[in-house]
């Protein structure tokens, strides 16, 4: 087994002047000391299906591996010397977990002291031809240089007019199919580092390449240019790669800190669940991450994402990771995981619900900061603990309020078969008959004195509605909602009509549902909220979060289930904090 400071690399034999496509793939391995000063290249591949396996000779010994890791061996080895690389399912013994949790955890190095890495997307397919796939790679050097010619262009693209809609088809065909939609490269999880890591790379396509910082100018350029008709026609094929190039640059470039990291690359599959998370820790310094850098394979899906989240805490120092998505019953949802935890198991894009086509995922993310519902209190750090046998986060807050309304949650309003999608018609209806209900509510109830100053019930109604924010197209926040934008809230719904507003209508209702506290106060909580659930400000926390009180638990254990966060009217800027009231330890499920 290797030790912390030792690592196994791969010679690749050459192919010694036969066909490279028929002679037997030969390699030997050698341990060596971590870091190291033999160069040595990486490859960066999705691994196929375990079932879809063939031998090759690893010193002497037959060694069965994925057919797609042959394909790529092929492709990368020599005719006339060794080629020295590493590659995962090689040079980590997979049957030794101790040494697959030793050899992941320093795959951030690995991969950043590499001399390059070679991405490997896979053949060209048979129904491509070449030329085709040449032209499509040359046009992305057309594009990164500015929609130039430059000199050295492909003989097979010389004469193709990078101007002409028509010339372009086939190309554009061929590339739209190495992009995110047709190539599972792109949504592998483990891909993120290892093409960010390293100094350099290329991009290897069945026997073509094209070097990264070709996509990166590309994508550069792609997102300033102009409107273009070649552009426009094939922008579906031009997004599904260079959007996701521009991800990769934010990342490389550490504009994204873990918390953004995990919640923008949480799509990314994984063959081990727990990838999910080991996946990308290599991307941030040692120690950013305490809990989970062990990558111990051994824990349950469960506990790891909620140690992964209170990392989180501690790293953005922020209640910010448990105001995220709070996703239930879904086919992907990790089993037995608290409610606090961020589910990495479960991919936004396949939400629970859509509102008008838009899952919204950004919604929570882009716009937590925008309040300040805990005031001038901060997190209790001295109080402050995440316990791994039972999974439960310990913190502080105070408790505002019991929920007296709740509802109906937008899924009542699910209106297309075989969905989860509540049109824009549904939205409309839902908004009316939450309008109703908070009208009846408090039509029948004696005028509230209320605590916290909170406006009149229509007021704060259609405040909430929009969180009180204006958001953009992208889901972030534009300012604070003025008058006119509630106006337009209100015309929304009585024509149905987009208008500028309904992005934030659209982003809010896709998360919560409306519920009233008995004290009058009205916002918009979880879509899992009931009658009965508290409403409590964290101390930390910018936004209210609405608790559930643990059944069958003494009150002095102050145990209680997490539903989620929410926007209440009225107490979003401190206004429920009471400095002189000492803050409640409470433990979350």
């Not at 050459?14 to 000063?37: E, K, Y």
């Not at 490389?252 to 998370?277: H, I, M, Y």
């Not at 990558?295 to 448990?322: N, V, W």
């Not at 009208?439 to 405040?463: A, G, V």
Request: with cysteine; aromatic share 10%.
């Amino acid at each position: 087994m290797l030790s912390k400071t030792e690592i196994r690399i791969l010679d690749l034999l050459p192919s010694s002047g036969l066909n490279n496509s028929d002679a037997p793939i030969q390699c030997q391995t050698r341990v060596v000391p971590f870091p190291t000063d033999i160069e040595f290249e990486t490859l960066s591949y999705v691994w196929g299906t375990v079932q879809d396996v063939t031998n090759i000779s690893v010193d002497g010994n037959d060694v069965p591996i994925t057919t797609n890791l042959a394909a790529v061996l092929r492709r990368v080895r020599l005719s006339d010397k060794i080629r020295t690389v590493w590659v995962d399912q090689l040079c980590i013994n997979q049957q030794d977990e101790e040494e697959k949790a030793k050899q992941v955890s320093l795959m951030g190095r690995i991969y950043s002291t590499t001399s390059q890495c070679l991405i490997w997307l896979g053949e060209i397919g048979q129904d491509i031809s070449l030329s085709d796939a040449q032209i499509a790679l040359d046009f992305l050097h057309y594009l990164s240089e500015g929609r130039r010619k430059q000199e050295g262009t492909s003989e097979l693209s010389a004469s193709v007019d990078f101007d002409s809609v028509e010339a372009l088809r086939e190309p554009m065909r061929a590339l739209y199919t190495i992009g995110l939609k047709n190539n599972p490269w792109w949504a592998r999880m483990w891909t993120l580092q290892e093409a960010i890591l390293p100094p350099k790379a290329c991009v290897l396509w069945g026997e073509l390449s094209i070097q990264w910082e070709v996509l990166v100018s590309a994508a550069a350029r792609w997102v300033s240019l102009p409107y273009d008709p070649v552009m426009y026609a094939y922008n579906d094929a031009l997004y599904n790669i260079l959007s996701q190039v521009r991800g990769f640059v934010f990342a490389k470039e550490n504009r994204q800190g873990p918390l953004d990291t995990a919640f923008r690359w949480s799509f990314r599959n994984a063959s081990n669940p727990l990838d999910k998370v080991y996946g990308f820790i290599g991307l941030f310094p040692p120690g950013t991450l305490p809990r989970v850098r062990s990558c111990d394979y051994g824990l349950s899906r469960a506990t790891l994402y909620a140690m992964f989240t209170a990392d989180l805490i501690e790293c953005q120092k922020s209640l910010h990771p448990i105001a995220l998505r709070c996703l239930r019953n879904l086919p992907e949802s990790t089993p037995d995981i608290p409610r606090w935890a961020l589910d990495m198991g479960v991919s936004h894009i396949q939400f629970s619900m859509t509102v008008d086509g838009n899952d919204c995922a950004w919604y929570l993310m882009s716009t937590y900061d925008c309040y300040n519902a805990c005031g001038e209190t901060t997190i209790d750090w001295s109080r402050f603990r995440y316990d791994q046998i039972s999974n439960t986060l310990e913190l502080t807050g105070y408790m505002v309020d019991s929920i007296v309304v709740a509802g109906p949650g937008p899924r009542s309003r699910i209106d297309e078969p075989d969905t989860s999608n509540v049109s824009r018609a549904g939205v409309v209806r839902l908004i009316q008959d939450w309008y109703g209900i908070a009208e009846e509510f408090y039509k029948s109830q004696p005028r509230h004195e209320s605590t916290y100053d909170t406006n009149s019930f229509p007021d704060s109604f259609w405040k909430g509605l929009v969180g009180n924010i204006k958001v953009d197209p992208e889901l972030f926040p534009e300012g604070e909602a003025t008058s006119e934008d509630i106006a337009l809230a209100k015309k929304f719904v009585q024509t149905g009509i987009k208008n500028e507003i309904y992005e934030s209508i659209f982003g809010n209702i896709a998360h919560r549902q409306m519920i009233i506290t008995k004290t009058g106060l009205l916002g918009f909580g979880p879509n899992h909220a009931e009658v009965g659930d508290q409403v409590w400000i964290l101390s930390g926390g910018k936004m209210p979060f609405v608790l559930r009180p643990s059944e069958g638990q003494s009150l002095s254990t102050n145990e209680l289930l997490f539903i989620g966060s929410s926007y209440i009217d009225g107490i979003m800027e401190g206004e429920a904090i009471e400095l002189d009231k000492p803050a409640t330890d409470i433990v979350l499920r």
